[in-house]
């Protein structure tokens, strides 16, 4: 499983960049990743043929570091999802 060397948050541009072991970075939009939230919440939502809700100013304004992943903190409360490091790699969003 590949790791990324540094994450970055830009509370300004509200984005979080993933830099990986092989020089490439990765920008992803905090309301992109709110809405991709893989917790289980968020996924029965999603198979129910919905999407996720999350307004455009929502932030992450806490990262957890977990072994596989990290599970982000947003300012609208939602916490529950862990993002792992593959999931946030096969990611390609920058905006929603």
Same mark, same amino acid.
């Given at each position: =499983?590949?790791? &990324? ?10 984005? =979080? ?5 092989? #020089? ?5 939009? /905090?309301?992109?990743?709110? +809405? ?7 996924? +029965?939502? +999603? $198979?129910?043929? @919905?999407? %996720?809700?999350? +307004?455009?100013? %929502?932030? $992450?304004? @806490?990262?957890?570091? =977990?072994?596989?992943? %990290? ?6 409360? /939602?916490?529950?999802? $862990?993002? &792992?490091? &593959?999931?946030?790699? #096969? ?6």
């Amino acid at each position: =499983m590949r790791v &990324p060397v540094r994450v970055e948050l830009d509370s300004r541009a509200r984005t =979080m960049t993933l830099y990986w072991p092989d #020089a490439v970075t990765q920008c992803l939009s /905090h309301v992109a990743l709110r +809405r991709a939230c893989p917790c289980a919440a968020c996924r +029965r939502v +999603r $198979i129910g043929g @919905n999407k %996720v809700s999350a +307004r455009e100013d %929502v932030a $992450i304004v @806490n990262i957890r570091s =977990m072994a596989y992943g %990290v599970q982000l903190v947003f300012s609208d409360g /939602h916490e529950q999802g $862990i993002f &792992p490091w &593959p999931f946030l790699e #096969a990611l390609d969003v920058v905006s929603p």
